[in-house]
């Protein structure tokens, strides 16, 4: 009852904006039933479940407390005289406690030789364009809805029936009016060339870096592991090369760049970071998670490579990892857990997001109507592998017995979702648009607010592809949510298809007054009000 209560302290100081909702019940974000006893039926029922759900995760202290007082009454049974044999047996049997004990510590040394390094992260920080003289967003690259109409029209490329497409799909995509865009795509005519994007990598990997190394106080010398992702620009010399030679990063440091992977890529370099440190001590490993978009804006009439054009937007994050024990005290999280699903084996899983040539050989990321389906397969596997590790043991025991019923018994029972709201205080769902957040939120049953960091920062920056799920994190630092211990899930989807991940712990109660992250001067403005979505693929008619 403790933590539904510090739950329900912890959503009421951030509604700061008004919000227009419908009346919805305490136990799902669906309108309310003004029945009432289904109502307080509900209600038992959620009751009920918590009950069981703290009877089950106390158990073992239940079990616990008998055997304390049985070993408590033979101990009190002992005299003096029964001391004095137990130490005579010992004394004569000298070498076998001496092995005895040897063998003790040789089990124990090895257990805690063998234990996983544990992987903190020191600090993140996230991309923002801004006029260097003000610190105020750059109007060069804020893309409100009207500008991007205008700029699509006087390209005189797109049809007037694929204006008009565009112009809903962005109505309903769920971004607002401050994305950002680079300058060479809201050109006149564009500028597309490896020049421009070459600047928009280097201004979104040197300003979040920079912020990274001002923020942690590490030098760039200090560095031993880079991971860098950006899934469809991939120069030579590579992104990290870029970073390497700018930050001139030590002759030894691993640096690896990932490309092709799609907007999960994020998440995979985390785990690829992890694994490094696991065989390098003492060591920092910076991960840069970004996408470009100023050579792969389509301009074609294909719809189902336009709706990128609406979604994607400019942005990039960098988050600085350690193995090293003297991090621990300053740093902001610990990693739990990554887990990784890839249902590439399936062709329309392989194919729902495609990037390809257009009949007229134009490039563009083609996205199936498909899409929703496949994500929620992935979503599925994901959690399965997750949950065992994650859920209390009430909730599995739950799952399993539905799940014998169903299959063993053959019983038409609708299947049990767990509910992850007992293993996570805090979500972030990869903003790869607002259908996406839906259905996600739906199928794990999620309330508002926990969905609240994914929809503004979809909202504020639109679909900055790996780098998402950052933006999701500083939004709820910035809002004060974040207290020590608190668990978050991070889930990122991307191409190929793939579903990955997250659990970090929070080391520390983050003080929002304290913190330097792209939300801090506007988080007074947040949340905002964004209505429910209509699918991507309604619209692709």
Not at 42 to 58: A, T
Not at 164 to 173: G, H, K, Y
Request: proline share 4%.
């Amino acid at each position: 009852m403790a933590n539904q209560q510090e739950q329900t302290s912890r959503q009421n100081p951030d509604q700061m904006v008004p919000v227009s909702v419908e009346p919805r019940s305490q136990e799902s974000d669906r309108p309310l039933n003004h029945n009432l006893p289904d109502f307080l039926l509900s209600v038992r029922l959620k009751y009920v479940k918590l009950g069981y759900h703290y009877l089950i995760s106390k158990a073992i202290y239940l079990l616990l407390v008998p055997l304390f007082g049985i070993s408590s009454a033979h101990l009190s049974a002992l005299t003096a005289r029964d001391l004095a044999q137990l130490w005579d047996q010992l004394r004569f049997n000298l070498i076998t406690v001496v092995l005895c004990s040897t063998l003790m510590v040789f089990l124990v040394t090895l257990y805690f030789m063998t234990l996983p390094r544990k992987v903190y992260l020191v600090d993140f920080a996230c991309y923002k364009p801004d006029d260097s003289a003000c610190h105020k967003p750059d109007p060069a690259r804020i893309c409100t809805h009207e500008t991007f109409m205008e700029r699509s029209e006087l390209t005189n490329v797109f049809t007037k029936e694929n204006l008009a497409f565009q112009q809903r799909i962005l109505e309903r995509s769920g971004l607002g009016q401050r994305t950002y865009v680079p300058e060479a795509v809201l050109q006149v005519p564009p500028n597309r060339c490896m020049a421009e994007a070459r600047a928009e990598a280097e201004a979104i990997m040197f300003g979040a870096v920079d912020q990274l190394l001002a923020k942690t106080g590490v030098k760039a010398k200090d560095i031993g592991i880079l991971v860098v992702n950006c899934s469809v620009f991939n120069p030579t010399p590579s992104l990290s090369a870029m970073i390497v030679n700018h930050y001139k990063l030590r002759g030894n440091a691993l640096s690896y760049n990932i490309g092709g992977m799609g907007c999960s890529a994020g998440l995979i370099s985390i785990d690829l970071a992890k694994q490094l440190l696991q065989v390098n001590r003492n060591f920092y490993a910076l991960v840069v998670s970004l996408e470009s978009i100023t050579l792969n804006w389509y301009f074609g009439n294909d719809r189902s490579m336009l709706v990128s054009n609406c979604l994607f937007r400019m942005g990039g994050a960098t988050i600085l990892l350690s193995n090293r024990s003297s991090d621990r005290r300053r740093s902001k999280y610990q990693l739990i857990h990554t887990v990784r699903t890839h249902k590439g084996a399936d062709d329309k899983s392989y194919n729902c997001v495609f990037q390809r040539e257009d009949d007229k050989k134009m490039i563009g990321v083609s996205l199936s109507k498909d899409l929703m389906a496949v994500a929620g397969e992935a979503l599925k596997t994901n959690i399965t592998t997750l949950g065992p590790l994650v859920l209390p043991m009430s909730e599995q025991l739950l799952f399993f017995v539905t799940w014998v019923v169903k299959k063993v018994f053959k019983m038409k029972i609708r299947s049990y979702i767990p509910d992850f709201k007992l293993a996570f205080e805090h979500f972030c769902i990869h903003a790869g648009g607002r259908a996406v957040l839906d259905e996600v939120q739906k199928n794990l049953e999620l309330t508002d607010w926990h969905s609240e960091p994914s929809r503004m920062t979809l909202y504020r920056f639109g679909n900055t592809s790996s780098s998402s799920l950052w933006y999701e994190l500083a939004y709820s630092e910035a809002k004060g949510r974040i207290r020590k211990g608190d668990r978050t899930w991070q889930i990122g989807f991307g191409s190929g298809f793939k579903c990955n991940s997250a659990v970090w712990r929070a080391l520390r109660t983050i003080d929002p007054t304290k913190e330097k992250n792209p939300w801090m001067d506007e988080i007074h403005e947040f949340p905002v009000h964004v209505p429910k979505a209509v699918s991507i693929g309604s619209t692709m008619k």
